[in-house]
């Protein structure tokens, strides 16, 4: 699909395109800022991931991680530990490959709603939203994956998941936060959405 195409059937503009290429660049270089590891690592990607739904709204949250996964499995070593190409898809972390664009979608949702309703309570929603999304989404997905990858049952997958969602949901606090501020400072971005 080109751009063009792609500009047509989404209602996006030039604006629009770049701020989702830019915002995919920014979730490629947190995936690359690891902190440690158990079986999946532990890296800023969901903190870039929740940034960009909570300022680029659903649609373009949505297709700025897209692009991402896109450019990783196209060959460039942006997911974590610069691992690309299409094995990654067989790994490990599989799960939570397909969770980040739903993750996205959901969080960009809710943003949006948040930004126009409620400024106020921006922050509140936006993290809650994000807290749930870490566990009921990403957790569920990045469990199944785990528990396929690893042949371990359910409750072993899920107990490597849940040393992360404390870290994840303070990501998406963080990312509200940040958010918050940067919509309050480029208010035409929310209209924009």
Not at 31 to 60: C, D, E, H, Y
Not at 61 to 76: E, P, R
Request: charged share 10%; net charge positive; glycine share 8%.
């Amino acid at each position: 699909m080109s751009n063009a195409t792609l500009k047509r059937s989404a209602g996006l503009s030039t604006t629009d395109l770049a701020l989702v290429a830019t915002f995919a660049a920014l979730i490629a270089v947190c995936a690359q800022l690891t902190v440690g590891s158990i079986n999946v690592p532990f890296t800023l990607q969901m903190f870039a991931i929740f940034l960009a739904a909570s300022i680029l709204g659903a649609l373009r949250g949505f297709l700025t991680v897209v692009l991402y996964l896109a450019v990783g499995t196209a060959g460039l070593p942006v997911f974590a530990k610069g691992a690309a190409g299409p094995a990654v898809w067989a790994g490990e972390t599989v799960g939570y490959l397909l969770a980040f664009p739903i993750a996205a979608l959901i969080v960009g949702f809710v943003a949006h709603r948040a930004a126009r309703r409620d400024p106020a309570s921006f922050v509140v929603v936006v993290s809650i939203a994000a807290a749930i999304v870490t566990v009921a989404v990403v957790g569920t997905l990045g469990t199944l994956g785990m528990a396929w990858k690893f042949d371990v049952s359910l409750a072993v997958a899920w107990g490597y998941a849940t040393p992360f969602f404390v870290a994840d949901i303070v990501k998406g606090v963080l990312a509200a936060i940040v958010a918050a501020a940067v919509l309050r400072a480029f208010p035409k971005l929310t209209s924009r959405r």
